[in-house]
């Protein structure tokens, strides 16, 4: 089956400027994930979909980062506007109802 | 909320050596937990997946074991090579399908 698609790979932008993420999950994959890795860190989840509504989003900074799921499908996350420690990898996940995660090779963002 | 830690943060072996890397996490409600391989820049491979009411699981030179009584999980690489070099991350599943992630172990094995 094929992966779970991220892009951009990477993606320079300067502090409050605005930038967005995209993640197409596997296919049949009802529940989607985005986390924040930090350098030198494990990955915090930011955000989890089942199909289009919200699970959590306890830990998403809403003041400047919004993520939506149209359709249940792919996701996208938006920063707006980015500050100096937003700098991280972006990774999205996606799994089945029984567990078993699947990453995507994550998008990394630099805020200059 | 639960709380993850892994043991050592780091770690230098040279080739050929048998290691454990260590998981222990504060809420034993979990219905699996999974360890992942992540490469310098690269995303996360998941390596094992055990469901709450096994004890282990095994894939090639790599075991993995659970105790969920007592909140710990245990990644053993037996004769590690140059290419096992990566950080190696452990992370528990709870309620609601979500996991949590330790600060990961760094590996570096020695030619």
């Known amino acids: 089956e094929a992966g779970v698609a991220q892009s951009p790979r990477y993606k320079i932008i300067e502090k409050r400027q605005s930038v967005a993420f995209w993640c197409n999950p596997i296919?049949?994959?009802?529940?989607l994930y985005w986390y924040q890795q930090i350098l030198g860190q494990g990955p915090k989840l930011l955000i989890q979909?089942?199909?289009?509504?919200?699970?959590?989003d306890s830990q998403l900074p809403k003041d400047r980062f919004s993520a939506e799921r149209l359709k249940g499908v792919d996701s996208t996350l938006k920063i707006q506007p980015a500050k100096l420690e937003d700098s991280a990898v972006y990774l999205c996940?996606?799994?089945?109802?029984?567990?078993?995660?699947?990453f995507g090779s994550g998008t990394r963002l630099t805020v200059v | 909320k639960q709380e993850v830690t892994q043991i050592p943060a780091a770690l230098s072996v040279p080739e050929g050596e048998n290691l454990v890397l260590n998981c222990s996490f504060t809420d034993s409600a979990i219905y699996n937990l999974q360890w992942f391989r992540q490469d310098p820049g690269k995303g996360l491979t998941s390596l094992l997946l055990?469901?709450?009411?096994?004890r282990e699981q095994t894939s090639g030179r790599l075991n993995a074991s659970l105790d969920k009584s007592s909140g710990r999980s245990t990644l053993y690489i037996a004769a590690s090579q140059p290419g096992d070099s990566a950080t190696y991350l452990c992370a528990p599943n709870n309620a609601g399908n979500m996991l949590t992630f330790g600060g990961g172990t760094r590996l570096m094995v020695k030619p």
């Open positions: 296919s049949g994959h009802a529940t």
């Open positions: 055990i469901q709450s009411s096994q």
């Open positions: 979909f089942q199909n289009n509504g919200v699970v959590d």
């Open positions: 996940a996606s799994s089945r109802q029984s567990g078993g995660y699947t």
